[in-house]
């Protein structure tokens, strides 16, 4: 198929690109009014300790292998459409992101080296590697329980940057320095101790990086873990968000490594000449 973009097709790319990220990122408060008496001055060993106890506990998540989540994923456009997708996430940092848009599959798949990525929305349906920004993103996304799980032993620094309102609830603003030497913010609520912003990665837009806010929403217990259910994310001077709600949660499904392998080649061309010589037979 030829590589003509498609209207909208530039937004479906950023779209999917984003969903990896935003799903492995962590977890968000629920909404409540901030009120007397004042947000408590904690360290950042402190604030760490209360977000994994309020997500469920170490021993929870230590015990999480794998994470399927299925919903549906605003990929903007003229018309707003809303598609179902699938994530899947396995240790050690493999990750699957299936989006289904009028009957076709688009894929991202990285098995903790090496990533690949199938776009028929932009009329390319065979296999691409990730470039070399993507798979350096890749490899800087959080395993599936979060940056803060185990911060230590993966060799990030943690450090408290003060309070900020988010969205109307204080939240303690972390900063996150990870082994690489890079950095993020991630803010906890003063409250529930979920998170409830963390910052994605820069997206490329007009030849500038514009800075990536994801906010997480509507947290529910699943098998004792709090996980959001409604994640958006927001790009700085892009008026559109994207926003993502979970419909279906699956702690520890049985997924085989084969799934986070580089996609085969499904080949379409044998079917269509034969449709063709069909048609043209019929015609005589």
Request: proline share 6%; charged share 30%.
């Amino acid at each position: 198929m030829g590589a003509t973009r498609r209207p909208g097709a530039r937004a479906r790319q950023g779209a999917i690109a984003f969903a990896i990220a935003l799903l492995t990122a962590g977890v968000q408060a629920a909404d409540r009014p901030t009120q007397a008496p004042a947000t408590p001055k904690l360290s950042a060993e402190q604030i760490v300790e209360r977000n994994i106890a309020a997500r469920g506990g170490l021993a929870a998540w230590h015990a999480v292998r794998s994470l399927a989540l299925d919903g549906r994923m605003d990929i903007g456009g003229r018309a707003n459409m809303e598609v179902p997708f699938r994530s899947e996430m396995k240790r050690p940092r493999k990750q699957r992101f299936e989006l289904n848009f009028q009957g076709r599959k688009a894929l991202q798949v990285y098995d903790g080296a090496h990533g690949w990525k199938v776009r028929p929305y932009l009329g390319r349906d065979d296999p691409e590697p990730y470039s070399p920004l993507e798979e350096q993103q890749a490899a800087e996304t959080p395993e599936l329980d979060g940056p803060l799980v185990d911060y230590k032993a993966k060799g990030t620094k943690v450090a408290l940057e003060g309070i900020e309102a988010v969205e109307g609830h204080d939240a303690y603003k972390l900063k996150l320095t990870f082994k690489n030497k890079s950095v993020r913010h991630d803010w906890i609520d003063a409250k529930s101790f979920l998170e409830v912003k963390m910052e994605g990665a820069p997206r490329r837009l007009d030849r500038r990086l514009h800075d990536v806010q994801i906010y997480y929403r509507d947290y529910r217990p699943v098998n004792g873990l709090m996980i959001p259910y409604v994640l958006e994310t927001t790009v700085q001077g892009v008026k559109d968000t994207h926003k993502m709600t979970v419909e279906k949660v699956e702690i520890n499904p049985k997924i085989d490594d084969t799934a986070f392998l580089k996609p085969q080649v499904v080949a379409t061309a044998a079917p269509d000449h034969a449709a063709k010589a069909s048609s043209v037979s019929s015609s005589r």
